[in-house]
DNA sequence: TTGTTCCATAACCAGAAGGTAATATAAATA
DNA sequence: TATTTATATTACCTTCTGGTTATGGAACAA
């Protein structure tokens, strides 16, 4: 028995929210929550074939929210988690943004009559 | 002056998750929260041609991400969050999963020696 | 050894994504 | 009215995505 794949690179939003935008893998991540799984396991559920989940598999393994294992002829699929706390920091940083959406139309018509304002981007 | 598009869609994960995995895109949203800006007030510092920044502009749009607004010529975007909100509620049912990141690889070790274990999918 | 199970890989395809340049449109300005 | 400004739309191109079938290989089982 072996494991490979170590040191799962630093999480690259690119890749993570790429990989949580397909239905498929998310409920690949929501199965793998519930306890590891093999290829076949995780093709069952879905009507799809073999390749396609190994395709899906390999989206996630890049985006580093899953591990493979090797048991016997299997390859177990693991959930890892760690870049989605990456994902919620990211996005973290609009949490002001959604508590005051009460008058937020009111803010946009409002604003609107003056011209728009400052701000330097990336 | 007016405002176009009421009524936001609720958040589609597909859509809001499809929208941040692009770069340019999460850039764009950073400034809006900043404060609105034009498309060409967006289109500047990146290094695209101002089509290009409408469509991006209408991936968010579409993933309720930004709205748009009147303003004479002007058609300013302004950051709306709440769909983000609903991205970080999906991702916190995960959150179990990144505390207990320690001795993963021992439980992984671990769990293979066994067959693997239980679960069924959506 | 032979077959079977589990998975990966290759080749292919249709459609979506991300970019461009060119053009059209609408509102402000001269 | 003519021009300029701000944005949208169109047409086009290339690359990526998500799926397929077919095939190959490794590990177990008979």
Redesign the pocket.
């Given at each position: 028995m072996e494991q490979i794949g170590y040191a799962p690179p630093p999480p690259n939003l690119d890749a993570v929210f790429?990989a949580l935008?397909?239905p498929?893998r998310r409920a690949i991540l929501s199965r793998l929550a519930q306890g590891d799984a093999?290829?076949?396991?995780l093709?069952l559920p879905f009507?799809?074939?073999?390749?396609?989940v190994?395709?899906?598999?390999?989206?996630l393994e890049k985006a580093g929210l899953v591990q493979?294992g090797i048991d016997?002829?299997?390859?177990?699929a693991r959930l890892n988690a760690e870049p989605m706390a990456a994902a919620i920091d990211w996005l973290e940083t609009f949490r002001d943004f959604w508590s005051s959406s009460f008058d937020q139309l009111d803010d946009l018509l409002e604003s609107l009559k003056k011209q728009t304002p400052e701000g330097d981007p990336p």
């Open positions: 790429a935008a397909d498929t093999s290829v076949g396991e093709a009507k799809m074939s073999q390749p396609a190994s395709k899906h598999l390999k989206v493979r016997k002829q299997r390859r177990p």
